[in-house]
């Protein structure tokens, strides 16, 4: 029987994945701090370890880096009640398996420790890290929308494949490019960006491939492109999608050879780099449409990273109004009103983060005293009718149909449906309320002993 060594501090969580695993067949073995996980593992090493971060005597960090030591192959999945980009960025460095989010869902935990399971039966560490600050404000937060793209950008960190980032204009796709090549293993080498959609289809090739003296008209000397000039680090091509059919075949040779010739040159040169590409475009739907290479799009996208719309992660705007306030106001105290965060909780933000942005510099350059508050605000988010929200709230239903209708498959009756939702909602709901379940039943109102039932439920897995 396979053992399953589980480091978690908070003794019902541990008792829940304890028994989740029992369920599955396996042996689990329950250690509460990071002197007895390392104890267990040494006494009797076990097939797979889940090890929670936020330990009472050491980060789970540094244990799994002293395990990785012992052995570099044991499946270790991490746990954490922060999700945010360092967190799953350092333990994808430190040679983690898995990575999941708190509150933890029970079909998700269940799914990993399958996959681990297996992968350590085929002698192979998985790289799959499931449902998961940087330096900006653009990459900040921990909602539940953005753990996917997190683990993501964790993944492309110790890869060396071409990466596709997806997602609106103004999400942040041009920094978590930046990011990905920060942590990679050509951090020291240079990050070279190009706006694919800034210049005319001619001087965007010579831009890219470079040309040769005499190329065109014009041409009065060599010039070495972005290519060349990304050579040992990363060439990020931000909206890939604009590419003419042309620049798209020379593209493709080069990511699939490394080689390219500047315009007008008939030399092969070769060039080692990394290539992360972004996009606010559907390729698959412009790849159907021919307007852009199948063939290329399967080289760009051997990992893909999609970023969220702001609307979906309304939970962040708090803390990214903060940052956004200390590197405006100077040396200002400047704060944002309950009031304008309600306003700004209801707006749709067709522009995202950078639209946010906006409105925070706005605010801080029209406000004279030390709050915020609604007035300070432009005039079309301040008046953003309550309650009328209805990009958000058409998504939000598009949503809920489209998960009713996969649980209605799965066979799923009310009673399941009814829990299932309201554990969402708890998980959503306690990261506002500093992941603390009495502050959370007084804020909301609730009945403390109720809620707190719900949390010790092993079957909803919502204990923090």
């Given amino acids: 029987m396979s053992r399953i060594l589980i480091i978690e501090d908070e003794a019902a969580l541990a008792s829940a994945i304890g028994q989740l695993t029992r369920r599955m067949g396996f042996e689990p073995v329950l250690a509460a701090s990071a002197a007895q996980g390392l104890e267990q593992l040494r006494r009797q090493p076990p097939n797979l370890v889940v090890l929670d971060i936020g330990l009472p005597d050491r980060s789970g960090l540094e244990v799994l880096q002293e395990i990785r030591g012992v052995d570099a192959d044991l499946p270790v999945l991490i746990i954490t009640a922060h999700g945010h980009l360092q967190n799953a960025v350092e333990a994808k460095k430190r040679g983690a398996s898995g990575y999941l989010v708190k509150p933890l869902d029970l079909r998700d935990l269940e799914k990993s420790l399958q996959v681990l399971l297996q992968s350590q039966g085929d002698g192979a560490v998985a790289a799959a890290i499931q449902d998961a600050s940087s330096d900006s404000a653009l990459l900040i937060g921990s909602a539940l929308a953005m753990q996917p793209a997190f683990a993501a950008i964790a993944h492309a960190t110790t890869s060396d494949a071409p990466v596709l980032i997806t997602g609106p204009t103004g999400i942040g796709k041009s920094l978590a490019a930046r990011v990905i090549h920060l942590h990679s293993r050509r951090h020291a080498g240079p990050f070279v960006t190009l706006s694919c959609a800034s210049l005319p289809e ?56 490394k080689i390219f010739s500047r315009v007008g040159g008939r030399e092969d040169l070769k060039v080692d780099l990394r290539i992360i590409a972004a996009t606010n475009q559907d390729l698959v739907q412009a790849a159907a449409e021919k307007r852009f290479r199948e063939d290329l799009l399967y080289r760009l996208r051997v990992l893909e990273v999609q970023l969220p719309p702001l609307r979906e992660r309304l939970s962040d705007i708090p803390g990214l109004c903060s940052y956004l306030l200390a590197s405006v106001a100077g040396d200002r105290k400047l704060a944002v009103s309950e009031e304008a965060l309600s306003v700004l909780l209801r707006h749709n933000w067709p522009g995202n983060v950078r639209e946010l942005r906006n409105v925070i510099e706005h605010a801080a350059a029209v406000c004279t005293g030390p709050l915020i508050l609604p007035a300070h605000l432009p005039k079309d988010v301040a008046t953003s009718p309550a309650g009328e929200t209805s990009g958000f709230i058409s998504g939000l239903d598009a949503a809920l149909h489209e998960w009713i209708e996969a649980r209605l498959r799965e066979g799923m009756k009310y009673d399941a449906l009814h829990d299932e939702l309201e554990s969402r909602l708890l998980a959503a709901l306690l990261p506002r309320f500093e992941n603390k379940p009495t502050v959370l039943a007084r804020e909301m109102d609730m009945n403390r002993a109720t809620l707190r039932k719900k949390l010790r439920d092993p079957s909803s897995m919502e204990e923090n």
Avoid: C, W, Y
Avoid at 206 to 214: L, N
Avoid at 231 to 255: C, M, N, Y
């Fill in 202 to 257: 001619n001087l965007l090739e010579s831009e890219v491939f470079g040309h040769e003296k005499g190329a065109f008209t014009g041409a009065l000397a060599t010039k070495t492109g972005h290519i060349e000039r990304a050579a040992g680090g990363t060439l990020f091509l931000d909206e890939i999608g604009e590419l003419s059919p042309a620049l798209q075949v020379k593209l493709l040779r080069f990511v699939e050879e």
